[in-house]
């Protein structure tokens, strides 16, 4: 069974950092985009990062030289390095995997993690 679980949310200052971790298990995701996405309340889910298999990565408008999208594949995990966090990146924070070798859609999906800043 394919399974995403994220962490490293919490509670953060306006500018600070956070790193979010997205294990995945049931089976290897070297082969597999993988991408963060977020949603705020009241507002759809957009992209904040994703990261193909060869290591090619696209940012949202929003964190472009603030967030950095990285991948372990022999750890089989994803991480989302966020500097300079505003408080409107305040939302929760999806992991995603594609289930085809370079498609850029995504299949599986995490329950999510919190993150929340404050002014």
């Known amino acids: 069974q394919v399974q995403l679980v994220e962490s490293g949310g919490g509670l953060v200052q306006a500018g600070g950092s956070l790193r979010l971790s997205c294990a995945a298990s049931g089976r290897s995701f070297s082969r597999y985009r993988m991408g963060w996405f977020r949603q705020a309340p009241g507002k759809q889910r957009e992209l904040v990062a994703s990261?193909?298999?060869?290591?090619?990565?696209i940012y949202g408008d929003s964190v472009k030289g603030r967030f950095t999208i990285s991948r372990d594949n022999a750890k089989n995990t994803s991480y989302l390095q966020m500097n300079s966090l505003k408080p409107e990146d305040t939302a929760v924070y999806y992991c995603?995997?594609?289930?085809?070798?370079?498609?850029?859609?995504?299949?599986?999906w995490g329950q999510g993690t919190q993150v929340t800043v404050s002014s």
């Open positions: 990261i193909s298999s060869s290591g090619t990565t």
């Open positions: 995603a995997s594609s289930s085809v070798p370079l498609s850029s859609g995504f299949t599986y």
